[in-house]
């Protein structure tokens, strides 16, 4: 017969994590259509380069709000010439409560999921911009946030690693 007293282990109760975004807001915008100011013939194909930077920092208006900023410069440029068509930088930021994350776990929650929430608001931008812009819409290809932030680790890395050796 088994015993059913209250002296058995109980499992450990994990936190129920919980994220809500608060706010979504462009922080900064800028749009140059470099090709409006020069004559220019109406075949140019675009070579079209994109830099994405991500950064996080806890508000200080509520305990567990951090702020998400995806941070992308687009710059493209004629293929045949390499002359500059337009150059687009947005920041685009996300206003996150989150509870229930371990603090080993928060840093990449931070720079990995929050940015994955805000990554479809940002492409819309984008492609209003572009179009609005006189080009062609761009619609950017969905980014790996994982492979983001591992690079940006590896390149700390290294960088700590190049700064505590002797010269």
């Known amino acids: 017969m088994a015993e059913t007293g209250t002296d058995a282990p109980q499992p450990e109760q994990q936190p129920q994590v919980r994220m809500n975004i608060l706010s979504q807001y462009i922080k900064d915008l800028s749009f140059e259509n470099i090709l409006a100011r020069k004559p220019a013939d109406g075949n140019v194909q675009p070579d079209v380069k994109i830099q994405v930077g991500l950064d996080a920092n806890r508000r200080a208006s509520g305990e567990n709000h951090y702020e998400v900023v995806i941070k992308a410069k687009v710059t493209s440029n004629a293929k045949d010439t390499d002359q500059p068509l ?82």
């Open 86 to 167: 337009f150059l687009l930088e947005v920041e685009y930021a996300g206003v996150f409560l989150i509870d229930g994350i371990p603090q080993e776990q928060l840093h990449p929650f931070l720079m990995i999921e929050c940015p994955r929430m805000l990554f479809p608001f940002l492409r819309r931008i984008v492609s209003d911009v572009t179009r609005d812009g006189g080009f062609p819409p761009l619609n950017l290809d969905t980014i790996d946030f994982v492979q983001l932030y591992r690079q940006e680790i590896q390149r700390r890395a290294q960088e700590q690693q190049a700064a505590a050796q002797p010269n």
